[in-house]
Each structure stands twice: as structure tokens, then as C-alpha cells.
């Protein structure tokens, strides 16, 4: 075994470590750093990575072995595995579900059995007579070909194949090899100019005019940066419709001419056709969409062109930041603002610091736009951690449209809508005018309820109502997805007297059709964009006027162009101002901003009506007048009497187990330790809580939460990394305890 080696594999399970492999000689030259294996951990095989190479020592002879080699070759780059041990250790998850998080589906592998060293005759016969299923197997083998286990296990019609086969194996008759599943080699393609794959040529869209001056600052700076081959932050401070798109586009262009990479990061996987059409008309075909709605093999493909150098610029939603671009020059972070560039799951992890650590990291320019960008972003932006452009005016001199704030509580009737906002949207219909209404709620009814015995259906497994979705007639969670049927009558009491309570856009969307018969209304939202390609046929549909009323929720309102939109219609503002989260009032301020927005960006000039029973929230009041800057000063001043970012860095833990008691005890067990291991060290690490969280029991898990601030998100991170050690060698809560770790939370739920 002198040549023989041995590997660091990080496999996708929980644990803080990787794992050692041997590699057999007939593997020996195809797996590197980077190389995704397949190995066996405990009773069953994964996939991981390779992330270390090392000879074989006499001590490690009882090593396991690799068993397969998943891909024709490395899928990370340098880079990328350089990003993930960064990932790892600030949003302290395993390296390995981290490089799960980041690679491309895999093709899938076969296990191959073949017959080593084959029983004699008379040693076959007293297996047939001591264990006839084993010599079965043998029998199946004799051949001398290799079949593989499904074969096997089909020809025998036994479920004891599996056994059979590993005890052989073990007894040296049989061996076993894992062979990928035939992938797809990159394919060598040509642009539209007729360009080889690896040249630089650039097919423009023919330019409608030339950059306003607000946008020609910015892009100069860009590309500047962009040619000095060195990481540059930027923010890009936008209204809606001042042309950021166009800014990002040409800066882009001129990376890609100089023979550089481009990603494109936008926060919905609804937004992905708009862009990638104008993507595609300054870069046919040498460019190409990622994303997790995608086949599995579209988003292999795509992998593997952007590995060959077959594209240039790739666009799509969060997990495209690891497109492996081996000369990346540019990522654009479109909406930076937006909560869906953070991983719910583990890795939790931001898709827009991600973007800023891999610019750091490989000598790339980081662009980030938003008309409303995160507090934080923009303080860092004045604090100089980015270059600010302010780009305050529309494209062409258009207006910001009008907004009027109507206080619902002066409102009576049941109608979901004000008699201003019904009035408002007859008129704009008689113009020819598109309507938009948005309602950040899914569904038909909020809830259900029994007007006689009060009872209100909830989930069975999570601690949240049920949302009654009138075309299905079901009752559904949106957190678990479980469902049950609606009934007209109380299945506690009896009674019949069921109340629908608030509305979802279900019903606004039947409303509207109801009350305007004569326009065609269309809903955008999760539920009506199940199927693949729904959206985009959708929004098609409404950008050429097929539809004049769209019902949406927040999906309607990011970075869509909609041109012949003259009225926007907010039927509740409330939703996410009760919130009891620190960034409600910001969230409110960015989507009210956000879908403010979709108006007046044609020939119409806009008009906002905002529906709200608190007319005097401050965000509320910034959004109508378009101040940013006023709600940015105001907000500000709270998080910084509060100490919430950007005044201190925060990290979440969620304490999760079957019982509630066992959650509880283990987030107060928690929080002792981290406060006497604060006060020991001096850091300065502040703990509150704990308490049940907001949505205490998801997926009939039960859940503790509690809070550690701290001064810098590294220093706060390393410390939950020792609380995290310390708390599990004290065995505390034994293996029913699971502990949700999220740096830099996006919500406190």
C-alpha cells in the first residue's frame, strides 16, 4: 500500500468533522480535491466531497475504502471549496451539508458486484445446503461479469441480497464498486455570432439611449474597478424604474468582452424569464439559467458548461452564487434587500454576504441594487464598506406615482376594499389602464372559525391556523403542508354557522371578478405558479395585456417592468407591520416601497392607494412620500437604543425537540451556559431569553428560542461555536435536543 492514498471526505451529516477514506488502486486517478465520492457511513452509502489527499500509513490499514467515483471529474473549484470552509465556520454548519448545499444534483451511481475469488465447486455445494441465498449470488456471478445490485436483486426477487452480498464481500468472495450513473459531457456550443466556446464576443441588444448621468457614474466605476481584476463593493441606491437594470447589463457586457464570468443574482425564481430575456439578448446563447425549480439534469448541464467555459453569465436565484466560474469578474445581487437570499435551512446562509466573500476571495466586483436596500447595507455603504451610488430619478423624467393612505377603520361594510380604492380602479380600467392588487396572504380565508362555539381549526402538527384555499375546498398549513377538508359545519360544536375570516388573495381575486365581470382577472402567487412554466405564461399574459387585473402577493411586487400598469392597489398594509419581529417595520416600508413601484413605469402616470387600519406607522408614512432616507434616519435611532443591527451582530438559536418541556429545558440549559461562559471569558456576548418562539411547534417539533448578541458577527459566531462544544460534552438533553443555529436571522419566528 506504499502508493496507496487516503482521502478527507465531507459528507452531508451533522457533525463537526470530516471523515477519513481509503482510495483502492483502481480508483487511485480520478479522485482529487474537489471530486464528489461515494462512500459508506454506517449502513448505507453517501455522497460527500474530497477535500484532502493523503498517503496510506501502516495504521491506517482498516480504513474504509471509497467506493465510486460520482462524476467524470472535480465539480469545485478551488474557489468554491476555499467559499464553503469560510460558510462553515461563520454560519457554523457542517462542511459538509455546506458542499451539499453548493454542488449540482448528482447523476445518481450504481453499486457493481463482482466475483473475486470464486468457491470451489464442493465449497458452492455445502453453501446451497447451509445458506442458499448466498450461493444464489454466487451462482449469478459465476459469469464473470459484473451486475449490479438492482440487477441482482431483481433477478432473485429477495429482499436478502443486499445482506448476502455484504457478507460475502466480507469473506473475500465478492466485491463491490460504485460507478456513476451516465452523466452528460459539456457540450461545445456556439453563440449566436458564431463564436467558439472561450471567446469574449458579446452580441448586444441595439441601445435605446444613451446612460443618464445617474447611470453612467455608476457604471463607469464598475467597469473600472472591473479592469483593475480587484474586489470593489458597490451599492446602487435606486427608485423604482431608474434604470439599474440597464447599468447592471452593460457593466456585465464589459467584464464578459475582457474574457470574464458574470452571475446575476435576483431574489425570486419568478423573476428568472424577465431577466434572462434581456440576458439572452445581450448574450444568446452563452447563457444560461440555474435554479432550484430546475431538473435536476438542466441544472447538472448548466454545472458542467460552467465548468468547460461553455457560458459566460449565468442568472437565477440564491444558489446560483456557486456557479464554479473559474474567472469570475462580476455578481450582481439585484434586490439585495430581499429576505429570500437567506437559506432557511442548514447551511443557513445569505446568498448576498456569500456573493461579497467570493468577490473578496477570487478579485471579483460586487454589484448590489435596491431602491430599498437593507439598513445594515446602507449603513455600511455610509460607513464606507461600499461605494454608494444614489440614483434618484426614472429613466426618461418619468414620475414617482401619487400615493393616497386610506385609513380602513373610517371604512365601513365588509368589503374588502375602500369605496376610494373601487372608485380608483373602474377609472383606471376605463383608460385602459392594468391594475395590480397586492395582498401579502395566500389563500381564500385566514381562517376558519365557529361564530357559536369560537373553535378554530389549527394544524395538527404546527402551532399555526389553518388557511382555508377555496378552489381545492381544504384546509392547508404553510408550514407543513398538511391539509384537511372544509366542512360546512363545526366539527366541535356542530353548528353552522362558519365564519370565513379575512381574506387571501383567493378572494380578493373572486371579489375583483365579481365586482369588474367585465375585466380579466389573474392571480400571481405560489399557488397558481405550481406548474412548470405557470408564472412566466402568467406574466407573460399581463405584460401583453391579455390580463388587465393581476392579484398577487410579494411575488408580484420585485423588479417586474410592467409598463402598462397605471393603478396599484395595497388591500392590507397591515400584514407585516404586527409582525412581533425587529425588521417588520422595515419589511413593511421595502414591499409597500416595492409594489408602489409597479405603477407609472409606462406611458400612465401611477397611482397608490395603501389600505391600512394604522395610518400613522412610521413605516407607512415614509413609504407614501418615497423617503428612504426619512424612514432610514427614524429606524436607525430605535435599532440603535435597542442594540439590533447594524449596531451589534446577532445569532439565533432555536432549541428543537418532540416535547416541549425537553425544548424548554434545553434552551434555558443553554442559555445559562452561554452566560457563564461569557462573563468567564469577558466577551461581551449579551443573552436574551430564552422563550417559546412566536410559532412554537413546527412539523410537530416543539421550539425554544433565545438570542446572543455580540460586537462583530465573527467574534459572536466563534463564541456559539465553544457554547455549542461545551454544551454537548456535558451531554445536556441527550440526542432528542437539536439546536437551529442562525447567523444574522432574517426573522425571529
Known sequence: MQDAIKVEVAVPIPIDKTLTYAVPPELGGSVTIGTRVAVPVKARLMVGVVVGLGGVRPGDRRLKRVRGVVDAGPVMTPGLLELARWMSAYYLAPLGEVLAAMCPPHPGFRRMVRLVSGPSDLELEVMRATDPAKAAVVEALKGGKALSLDTLKRRMGSGSVPGCVAALEKEGVLATEVVPRKGRKPRGRKDDAGTEPGGASVRREPLLHELAPHQRAPFEAITAAARERRFKAFLLHGVTGSGKTEVYLRAMA??????????????????TPQVMARVRRFFGERSALLHSRMTAGERYRTWLDALSGDIDVVVGARSAVFVPFEDLGIIVVDEEHDASYKQQDSPRYNAREVALMRGRNEGAVVVLGS????LETYFGALDGAYELFEMPERIAGGLLPDVTVVDMKKVGGGSPLSPQAEQAIGEALERGEQVVLFLNRRGFANFVQCRDC???????????????????????CHYCGYSEGGKDTCPECGGANVDFVGSGTQKIEDYMAERFPEAKVARFDRDSTRLRGSAEDLLTDFDGGLVSMLVGTQMVAKGHDFKGVGLVVVVNADVSMNIPDFRSGERTFQILTQVAGRAGRGEFPGRVIIQT???????LR????????????EEMETREELSYPPFAKIVRIVAEAPARETAQQ??????RLARKLSEDAGAGVQVIGPARAPISRIKRVERWHLVLKGGRAGDVSTFVASCLRAYTEAAQGGGQVRFAVDVDPENMM
Do not use: M, W
Open 254 to 271: 464589459e467584464v464578459v468582452a475582457s474574457g470574464r464570468k458574470a452571475v446575476y443574482l435576483v431574489p425570486e425564481i419568478g423573476l
Open 371 to 374: 431602491a430599498t436596500p437593507r
Open 454 to 476: 369560537g373553535f378554530v381549526p389549527r394544524c395538527r402538527n404546527c402551532h399555526v391556523t389553518l388557511t382555508y384555499h377555496l378552489r381545492q375546498k381544504r384546509l392547508v
Open 613 to 619: 387600519f394604522n395610518p400613522e406607522h412610521h413605516a
Open 622 to 633: 415614509f413609504a407614501a412620500r418615497h423617503d428612504f432616507k426619512g424612514f432610514f434616519a
Open 666 to 671: 434545553a434552551a434555558e440549559g443553554f442559555a
